[in-house]
Structures are given as C-alpha cells and as structure tokens.
C-alpha cells in the first residue's frame, strides 16, 4: 500500500513519496500515487478466492490480480492392480486419465516353446517353431497327434490328495506326455467343454508305464483335485472331488496287471442319450507313472 508522508510546505502537501500505480491498487478504487497529482481509478482485477481443478499432470496459468484466498485440486479417477490374461484378441485395459494404484501384470502363456509353434513362425518372439503336425479343424477332436483344435488346452494339476506332489505335463511333438515321480500323481483336463447332444461315443489312444489311466468325462471343471483322500475309521477311504458335479464317464485305459512293459491301446467308450456341455480329464492316481495322449476324439 502506498504511504502519502504530509510535509508543511506552504499551502499543499509533498507527494514525491508516492509509489502506487493504479495497476497496484484494486480496481474502481480511487487513490493518489505515483505520476500524477490528480486521482487516480486502482485497475487491478479483484480475483476473490477462487477453486481451480487440475487435469493430470496439468498446470495453470494465474492472471495478474488480487487473491483473497483460493484452492487448486485433482479429481483423478483411480484404477487398482489388475492381471490381464493373454489371449488371441486385442485386449485394451482402460486406463486412460487415471491413476494407478497397482501394477498391471501380464501372465505368461502357458506351454509357448517352438516344439508347439508351427514350424518357422515366431509368436510373441519365441521361435522359431519346430511344429509340423496334424491339422485339426474338428471342434469335436480336441486333441489330434500334437495338435489341439482351435484355442483348446490343458491344465494339469495332481489326481489324487493322498500323494501331495504334483507331476509334470508337456507337449511333444505328437502326444501329450504326463509323468508323475515318487509320491506325486498328475491329472490334466482340457480347458474348453465339449457339447455331448448327438454324441454317441469318446474315442483315446494312449500308452503308459503304469497299470491303467483314468478317462473321465465330467459336468464341471476342476484344477485342484479329482479324487479325495480321507480316514474312516482305521482305514483311508477314498471319493471324487464333488465340484466335479455328474460324472458322465468313469472309464479307465491300460493293463490288466500291476506289471509289464509300456502298452499302447486305443479304446472308445460309450456317451450316447447325454445332452449338454462337460469336460475330458486324463489322470492316474499311481505314483512313479508316466502316460502319453495321442488322440482324444468325440464321435457323433
């Protein structure tokens, strides 16, 4: 604020001292300043006491003026952790103009190694793939010497929770190869159902080292377990998994005895008057057990 110092010289006062400009003083407001001896009208704008919201990483801009007060704020939306699952369609995760309270995690793709990439290709900068298999365009063949129909899998997870181990699964050029160490069992079921109406049958060939491998078709999808350990009495009992829901096969594949050397059978096994959607599952509950899969086949 401008001083006006009032020295007696005759009749006016001294106004050398004056310092104020109107652009110093508020505007409308009249005073005596600086490079006048009239008064003057103050120009500077009253700005009162404004909010301002930010854009992210935004900036403003203040006009020259008086600020009785004010706020400046962010209202940033916000988005968590989140996992996203590859796939075969462009997947957009909606970030745009928010901020993140997580990481955003990729999951791997499971089996990607050039023994299942189609020879000479490269996906997601792995190969060059080694694959020259079948081709398998039967969506009721969903697994063909090495080639799965469409985006059909395998998820393998351990038979039975008697053994608490869980074998290995791999991909091989022409069978699916399951292997189960001392104390550890291994099953695997295929990712996508099969719609039963029309079917008459399920067709496997396979081969193993143990005594019989299970082949099963079931209403419901499991990763865990399918058979279940349990004491009744002295005795350890044994029952499926019951998130399995109905049970529309309970077959098994293999040898008659508890010993002999690797065999190889192709079996069918009956599904006629089933309706709906269910799922394969491959397993063996014995431990110290390898088996292969060359063909799984639903016939109309």
């Not at 398998?136 to 063909?144: A, G, I, K």
């Not at 059978?265 to 269910?278: D, R």
């Amino acid at each position: 604020m401008a001083k006006l110092a009032l020295h007696k010289f005759g009749s006016q006062a001294n106004l050398d001292d004056l310092t104020a400009m109107p652009e110093d003083v508020l505007e409308g407001n009249i005073f005596l300043g600086k490079g006048s001896e009239e008064k003057q009208t103050g120009t500077l704008p009253d700005k009162k006491s404004p909010t301002i919201i930010l854009p992210a990483n935004g900036e403003i801009n203040l006009e020259p003026g008086y600020y009785s007060g004010g706020k400046v704020t962010q209202n940033i939306e916000t988005f968590n952790a989140q996992t996203i699952g590859p796939g075969a369609k462009q997947i957009t995760v909606k970030i745009a103009g928010k901020y993140g309270n997580g990481n955003i995690t990729v999951k791997p793709v499971k089996n990607l190694t050039p023994s299942v990439i189609k020879k000479g290709e490269y996906v997601a900068g792995v190969g060059p793939g080694l694959w020259e298999g079948y081709v398998n365009e039967d969506p009721y063949t969903p697994y063909l010497f090495g080639t799965f129909y469409g985006s059909q899998g395998i998820t393998y997870f351990r038979y039975t929770t008697y053994r608490q181990g869980t074998g290995t699964v791999k991909l091989a050029r022409d069978h699916i190869e399951a292997s189960a160490g001392s104390g550890q069992t291994v099953a695997f079921v295929f990712d996508l159902p099969i719609n039963l109406t029309n079917v008459k049958s399920v067709t496997v060939q396979m081969s193993g080292t143990g005594k019989v491998c299970k082949v099963m078709v079931c209403r419901n999808r499991v990763e865990n377990y399918i058979e279940e350990a349990y004491q009744s009495g002295s005795s350890v009992q044994y029952r499926y998994n019951p998130n399995l829901g109905d049970i529309l096969l309970d077959g098994s594949i293999g040898r008659s005895s508890s010993s002999g050397a690797e065999w190889e059978q192709e079996k069918t096994f009956t599904l006629s008057g089933i309706t709906g959607n269910a799922y394969l599952y491959i397993g063996a509950s014995g431990a110290a057990f390898d088996y292969n899969l060359y063909l799984a086949r639903f016939n109309l």
